[in-house]
């Protein structure tokens, strides 16, 4: 059962401007929780719709509709069958549309301002992004369908008039969402004027300076205890300083180029932990790379019946995909056997990270190699969403510790635990976190063989064995 948030009080005091409308649209940090509360504040022949970039918020939204007797309407669907998100006409009393995706719509542009695929046309590269192989098991996440974004569809069919953002966690997220929402209306060609738009979020939240990120009209209507809302009224044009300070960015890496879009980790730059990681593959004869040694002259040989000439490697919270990009090119190179297939899986629940992994990676793939971009929070929810089994011959992470804005080592806990099942018995798990943090402990609870390999800047590379 899910609990009320923490805001509903502000929500039920404002309950007003809520009531009145046709259907909402919530986008944002929205939690299933927000869902809650918006199921118990509304009439049921009010429609409600949710933008999230976020798989477990999908998941959890999923799981809370079908609880309070919804039909949930989603963007995730097999292949071969015609997603309902963009196909049925409106909502049904008793239906929910979810929508898990990031705007692709606003994407080229930015990609193309660092230079990928500028030989393109901004339309046949927004068109080949609709292509993303992004699962969710056997099923796929459809994030757009005959140059209509998943956000334009959720409007269409819950026939909003009220848009409530719950304030995301970066101030490149709230812009990615203006310019997706003002382009989704502009799609529509509804009159802003008619159409009311609602932000909310606690004072530590960075909410207070909304006033310098938009153009247009910015009131409080709500500011009691440690939460504020805000009403405005505009063309949803962000501010020259906004617009200046949020783009995509490209780091040049030895295996390639990385793009990454604003509001993926560590967006502007390679992150020290990473970049800590990957030098431990710069020796493949060190001590702690023996088994990649090993591996590497095992597969080069002329293989036997009895060797299984499949390969497995798997990313949690890939991000960008930069481990996997550096670790994918260096196998590549090592292994010149072409009797060797080399499957990659990399699992996050971030639907701009699993966009960012795709174009990072998609240069490398050849006959030989296969990969999985998976929407997920746990190496077992992708098992039971349909994803192969396989034993992994190297787990890499640099796993989060937050889930929205709390703090939570479970997420690295969880992985440590699952991970030990699926690791081949001459694999290794090779793990990144801050110094500070208290991984060393699960690891040896888990593993028998656990060794620190590189120690530099706050981080620690954990390297497991069985």
């Known amino acids: 059962m899910y609990k009320l948030s923490p805001e509903l009080k502000v929500l039920e005091r404002n309950q007003g401007y809520f009531t009145k409308a046709k259907g909402i649209v919530l986008l944002g940090a929205v939690e299933a929780t927000h869902l809650a509360d918006f199921l118990t504040l509304l009439e049921p022949t009010q429609k409600?719709?949710?933008?999230?970039?976020?798989?477990?918020?999908?998941?959890?939204?999923?799981?809370?509709?079908?609880?309070?007797?919804?039909?949930?309407i989603t963007n995730l669907w097999p292949e071969s069958q015609t997603c309902p998100l963009f196909t049925q006409a409106e909502l049904d009393v008793k239906e929910i549309a979810l929508a898990y995706a990031y705007p692709l719509e606003i994407t080229a542009p930015y990609l193309q301002a660092q230079g990928y695929a500028q030989e393109t046309s901004v339309q046949a590269l927004t068109h080949k992004l609709t292509e993303l192989p992004i699962i969710n098991g056997k099923e796929r996440f459809i994030f757009s369908h005959q140059e209509q974004g998943a956000l334009a569809r959720l409007i269409q069919l819950s026939q909003a008039d009220t848009f409530v953002m719950f304030w995301p966690k970066s101030k490149e997220e709230f812009l990615v969402l203006?310019?997706?929402?003002?382009?989704?209306?502009?799609?529509?060609?509804?009159?802003?004027?008619q159409l009311n738009f609602f932000f909310l979020g606690s004072n530590d939240s960075g909410i207070k300076t909304i006033e310098s990120l938009l153009t247009g009209?910015?009131?409080?209507?709500?500011?009691?205890?440690?939460?504020?809302?805000?009403?405005?009224?505009?063309?949803?044009?962000?501010?020259?300083?906004?617009?200046?300070?949020?783009?995509?960015?490209?780091?040049?890496?030895?295996?390639?180029?990385?793009?990454?879009?604003?509001?993926?980790?560590?967006?502007?730059?390679?992150?020290?932990?990473?970049?800590l990681l990957l030098t431990t593959y710069q020796d493949l004869n060190a001590a702690h790379n023996q088994h990649l040694l090993s591996l590497i002259r095992t597969y080069n040989k002329k293989l036997n019946q009895a060797t299984n000439p499949q390969i497995n490697f798997l990313d949690y919270g890939a991000g960008a995909g930069v481990i996997t990009q550096f670790f994918m090119h260096l196998m590549q190179q090592?292994?010149?056997?072409?009797?060797?297939?080399?499957?990659?899986?990399?699992?996050?629940?971030?639907?701009?990270?699993?966009?960012?992994?795709?174009?990072n990676l998609s240069t490398h793939l050849n006959a030989q190699t296969q990969l999985n971009l998976v929407a997920s929070a746990s190496i077992n929810q992708a098992l039971e969403q349909g994803l192969p089994e396989v034993y992994y011959r190297e787990i890499v992470t640099n796993p989060p510790f937050h889930q929205g804005k709390e703090q939570t080592f479970a997420i690295t806990e969880t992985l440590?635990?699952?991970?030990?099942?699926?690791?081949?018995?001459?694999?290794?798990?090779?793990?990144?976190?801050?110094?500070?943090?208290?991984?060393?402990?699960?690891?040896e609870q888990h593993f028998k063989h656990v060794q620190i390999i590189a120690k530099a800047n706050g981080f620690t590379v954990y390297l497991a064995k069985h």
């Open 48 to 72: 409600l719709a949710v933008y999230t970039n976020q798989e477990y918020t999908f998941k959890q939204m999923h799981e809370l509709a079908t609880k309070r007797g919804y039909k949930s």
């Open 178 to 193: 203006i310019q997706a929402l003002a382009q989704a209306l502009t799609h529509l060609q509804l009159n802003l004027n």
């Open 217 to 275: 009209s910015t009131q409080v209507i709500d500011n009691a205890g440690r939460w504020r809302l805000y009403t405005y009224q505009g063309d949803l044009t962000a501010s020259n300083k906004l617009s200046a300070k949020v783009k995509a960015h490209k780091v040049e890496l030895t295996s390639g180029n990385i793009y990454n879009l604003p509001g993926v980790f560590s967006s502007d730059k390679l992150d020290k932990g990473t970049e």
């Open 334 to 359: 090592q292994i010149t056997n072409s009797e060797v297939q080399m499957r990659w899986d990399l699992i996050d629940v971030s639907a701009a990270a699993l966009l960012c992994s795709n174009l």
């Open 416 to 443: 440590i635990k699952q991970a030990k099942a699926r690791l081949h018995q001459d694999g290794a798990l090779r793990l990144v976190a801050n110094s500070g943090l208290p991984y060393l402990p699960m690891l």
